[in-house]
């Protein structure tokens, strides 16, 4: 039998090491892609960072050079001596002033040169190293900026007179006259990208023999290397390639592709490469590295991997004839130990049993008490022995005993139940308990465990705390009438201050007219401005006190809510928002508009002041053009009201909907600064949000939920 044993186990561990070795080496190899996968992601997370920086400082780099062209474009102190030098006045100190002014730009700022033009673009005066030529492209770059009145920043390009790769600013050089402005001249600012630019791109943060940087830009059916390579000298705006090479980074960026990328380069070597497109430029960039740096370590943990898979094979080879060697001796210790846990288990068992604080009953099927812990005894009175010749119903109150039974077959139902009931001591006194039982096994015999926990504090709280709540809902009444009463004061109170502000409102303007028509003669213009002064601010004043009102009056005003057609009530407002100046040209375009829930009045005044402030702010545009539309998100509708009008600082967004906030002054638009705090009152009180977003001379839109 032993012999038997002895030849037939080897077998059987040998297919247990069989099966390890094969989980070994697929772990082995499953680690290995693992390390591969990480340290892709690894670098595919670098080369996302490095692409980031590169874009980001691209980016600043182009505002600061606007910047410093807007700094050019808005001086104000040094136009007039151009003006008079470009009239002819030949005096030293307006040349030597201006050559100073442009000096100074060359200095601080870090261009090639700066060039003054007149209108036809000859040079004027320059502060270079060397002759300065005015080619056909700085020509045209000059005419645009006069022409439209803006600064012009010009992509990269070779010049056509001194074959040098450069960067133009032309920023116009305006003046005043009458009601417009008319170009004078042109100031241009050169870059020479040797400089900073392609230093900057051909940087690279961390030691690597093959990244490199590249700057794209799309040519038709071509992309354009823009920089210098690191790898090809002479490169910059002359080597292109297809835009339908499928695997070349540089043609994916330009087809659109965005993210990191595996692909073939300009020397047909497999690298992996992130590709950016750069904001407010018709630029892209390809930060990339060669796939045989990026692997590098992996070859590393290849042979790690091999190492450890070998000496994890031995290792289980080994482990596995030491259990062969001590599986009876294992088998007995463990049963040991089994037997000797099972003892432990019930000697905790018992001690738990008899020092817990919650009363523990042991009881059979027909209700009698088969074991019983120390707080029982305490609690009931009874001695142990005492309490193992009663039954259960014996601690109950007369009027819970019929329902035990029923409660047991619940417990057995449902393998666990807890109920509240009331027991009572050996000295007839009661009190309520909570009750948590289940069936168990023991030595084959199906016993009630109860857990039995006196509630008589909880019972006094829960009566506390209901207690507690009656008195809390008389308050609550109590505070709610005598906050309506407030409501009403208030509302009394307001239309009281505003009859009481319009009455001397009235009589200030109806004297003025008073004095215009019987002193009309005598008074000079500057005393009829005043008086017309006196009379616009009354007519303002009356004005905000009715918006003061319509304000207070919304968080007053009932709610009730009904669904709403939105695209009915825009229409209808918009009509009667037109006729009050019909000369105008007012466009509006109505997108999707979800139908609303809400109080149709209190929504109808939201559009109405939407509206209103969309076609004031676009008196200036021609057309009018105001788009409302909206869509559904999650539990909410989205509704916006846009418009192409003077638009607002987004610094100041948080001044939009307060009261008496105004982000324009009275003389350049009407109005009293409390339309938008009434939208923002209405939308809140619907437990919808407000919100808006703008540019200057971009338009503005404003948001609102329901």
């Known amino acids: 039998m032993n012999k038997f044993k002895l030849h037939k186990i080897p077998y059987h561990l040998i297919i247990i090491f069989f099966i390890l070795a094969v989980g070994i080496g697929v772990a082995g190899y ?9 340290v892709k992601k690894d670098k595919q997370e670098d080369l996302t960072a490095i692409a980031d920086l590169k874009v980001g400082q691209i980016v600043n780099w182009r505002q600061e050079r606007m910047g410093d062209a807007k ?3 808005d001086n104000k102190l040094i136009i007039p001596h151009i003006q008079q030098f470009l009239k002819g006045s030949k005096s030293s100190v307006y040349k030597q002033d201006i050559l100073n002014w442009l000096e100074s730009i060359q200095k601080y700022y870090l261009y090639k040169n700066v060039i003054l033009l007149d209108t036809h673009g000859n040079i004027l005066l320059k502060v270079i190293d060397r002759q300065e030529v005015i080619g056909p492209d700085a020509k045209r770059l000059a005419e645009e900026a006069m022409r ?4 012009i ?3 990269l390009y070779r010049s056509k007179v001194t074959n040098l790769i450069r960067l133009t600013l032309a920023v116009p050089l305006l003046v005043s006259k009458g009601s417009e402005t008319v170009p004078i001249g042109a100031i241009l600012l050169r870059i020479d990208p040797y400089q900073f630019l392609y ?7 961390t030691p690597s023999d093959t990244a490199e940087t590249i700057l794209v830009r799309r040519e038709g059916e071509n992309v354009m290397l823009l920089n210098e390579l690191r790898h090809r000298k002479g490169t910059a705006l002359t080597l292109q390639f297809s835009i339908s090479e499928k695997h070349l980074p540089a043609a994916m960026v330009g087809r659109g592709d965005r993210g990191v990328v595996e692909g073939i380069d300009y020397r047909s070597v497999p690298v992996l490469a992130a590709l950016k497109a750069i904001p407010d430029s018709p630029w892209f960039l390809v930060s990339k590295i060669d796939q045989s740096e990026v692997y590098a370590p992996v070859r590393e943990y290849a042979g790690i991997s091999v190492l450890i898979v070998t000496v994890l094979i031995i290792a289980s080879g080994a482990v596995l004839g030491f259990i062969w060697r001590h599986q009876r001796a294992d088998f007995y210790r463990k049963q040991y130990e089994t037997e000797l846990e099972r003892q432990m288990l019930l000697q905790r068992y018992e001690y738990l049993t008899m020092h817990a604080n919650d009363i523990i009953l042991l009881i059979d099927r027909e209700g009698r008490i088969v074991d019983a812990n120390e707080k029982a005894v305490i609690a009931y009175g009874y001695t142990r022995d005492e309490l193992l010749q009663l039954n259960l119903r014996d601690l109950r109150t007369p009027e819970t005993k019929a329902i035990l039974d029923a409660q047991l077959k619940q417990v057995e139902e449902s393998n666990g139940f807890v109920f509240e009931t009331v027991h009572q001591r050996k000295d007839g006194t009661t009190f309520p308990v909570e009750n948590s039982a289940r069936v168990i096994e023991v030595e084959g015999r199906t016993l009630y465990l109860n857990i039995i926990r006196d509630i008589t504090e909880r019972k006094k709280a829960e009566e506390e705390i209901r207690k507690l709540n009656e008195e809390l809902e008389e308050r609550v009444i109590e505070r709610t009438s005598q906050l309506e009463a407030a409501n009403k004061e208030l509302e009394s109170f ?9 009455t001397p409102l ?6 003025s007219i008073l004095v215009l028509e019987e002193y009309y003669d005598k008074l000079d213009a500057e005393g009829k401005r005043l008086l017309n002064v006196i009379r616009d601010n009354t007519q303002n004043m009356g004005q905000l006190i009715d918006d003061l009102l319509a304000f207070s009056r919304v968080g007053r005003q009932q709610i009730i809510k009904s669904p709403i057609d939105m695209g009915k009530l825009v229409k209808g407002v918009f009509e009667e928002l037109k006729t009050i100046d019909p000369a105008r040209m007012l466009q509006l375009n109505i997108k999707e508009l979800p139908t609303a829930l809400g109080d149709q009045p209190m929504i109808r005044q939201v559009i109405v002041n939407l509206l209103s402030n969309a076609i004031k702010f676009t008196r200036p545009r021609e057309p009018s053009i105001i788009e409302v539309g909206g869509w559904s998100k999650e539990n909410e509708n989205i509704y916006y009201v846009k418009d192409n009008g003077v638009g607002f600082d987004m610094k100041y967004v948080n001044k939009l909907f307060g009261v008496f906030q105004r982000l324009h002054t009275r003389s350049e638009f009407e109005g009293t600064g409390v339309g938008l705090a009434i939208v923002q009152r209405i939308i809140h009180r619907h437990g919808g949000r407000v919100w808006a977003e703008g540019e200057v001379d971009k338009g ?3 948001y609102f939920t329901l």
Do not use: C, M
């Open 494 to 502: 307001s239309y009281s201050v505003s009859h009481d502000l319009r």
């Open 30 to 38: 499953l680690y290995y892609q693992n390390q591969k996968e990480y």
């Open 153 to 155: 920043f010009s992509d």
């Open 148 to 151: 439209t009145k803006r600064v």
């Open 506 to 511: 009235r009589a200030i303007d109806g004297f």
């Open 199 to 205: 230093p900057l791109i051909q940087s690279w943060p």
């Open 71 to 73: 700094n050019i474009f």
């Open 700 to 702: 503005a839109t404003f």
